[in-house]
T-cell receptor, first 113, second 112 residues
Framework: DQQVKQNSPSLSVQEGRISILNCDYT??????FLWYKKYPAEGPTFLIS?????DKNEDGRFTVFLNKSAKHLSLHIVPSQPGDSAVYFC????????????FGKGITLSVRP | KAGVTQTPRYLIKTRGQQVTLSCSPI?????VSWYQQTPGQGLQFLFE???????NKGNFPGRFSGRQFSNSRSEMNVSTLELGDSALYLC???FGLGTEAFFGQGTRLTVV
């Protein structure tokens, strides 16, 4: 039972354009969401997060939007750069004193120069 | 500030053997979690330790175990290795329970 879904395995965008990475979840107990970026042979790097009490969080070129009613979140990268090419994981945490993250299977983003 | 350090980076073991992986968290972080990454299953939670106590456990067989020491360093052990245990094992540290997790580079385990 996959509780966090990233249905598109890959995305290709032109440098300078917007990249939109989508994520859906099924567990209503999730109240905190994170995006991680991963290069091959490295561990995931934390990018940005959002609490369920918000619907938007912005950090530089990265913005995460949360639609609780649809159980959907998205990561926007504007403008996209070739160095953004990596695998992006959406992760969720439930309300509780624990650090357990449930991950999606990842989206491979390719930014074309 | 040093990041999360995992050793060794690469390991090759034979079926039936056991293996111990090590993780040193970011200084000051007291929570350590372990994840297994495989091509088919993605990143899956193994367990979490805080103040030397296991706080949470994922859906893995008892062959997978771990511990945390008083300095917050953690080890995970896999006994009676199977071919399917070949994976990237990632350790993540957090300041406290429920805060952002920062990952190490992982240990690539290959079981032959």
């Amino acid at each position: 039972d996959q509780q966090v879904k990233q249905n598109s395995p890959s995305l290709s965008v032109q440098e300078g354009r917007i990249s939109i990475l989508n994520c859906d979840y099924t567990n209503s107990m999730f109240d905190y969401f994170l995006w991680y970026k991963k290069y091959p042979a490295e561990g995931p790097t934390f990018l940005i997060s959002i609490s369920s009490i918000k619907d938007k969080n912005e950090d530089g070129r990265f913005t995460v939007f949360l639609n609780k009613s649809a159980k959907h979140l998205s990561l926007h990268i504007v403008p996209s750069q070739p160095g953004d090419s990596a695998v992006y994981f959406c992760a969720a945490k439930d309300a509780g004193a624990n650090s357990k993250l449930t991950f999606g299977k990842g989206i491979t983003l390719s930014v074309r120069p | 500030k040093a990041g999360v350090t995992q050793t060794p980076r690469y390991l090759i073991k034979t079926r039936g053997q056991q293996v111990t992986l090590s993780c040193s968290p970011i200084s000051g972080h007291r929570s350590v979690s372990w994840y297994q990454q495989t091509p088919g299953q993605g990143l899956q939670f193994l367990f979490e330790y805080f103040s030397e106590t296991q706080r949470n456990k994922g859906n893995f067989p008892g062959r997978f175990s771990g511990r945390q020491f008083s300095n917050s360093r953690s080890e995970m052990n896999v006994s009676t290795l199977e071919l399917g245990d070949s994976a990237l094992y990632l350790c993540a540290s957090s300041f406290g329970l429920g805060t952002e997790a920062f990952f190490g580079q992982g240990t690539r385990l290959t079981v032959v």
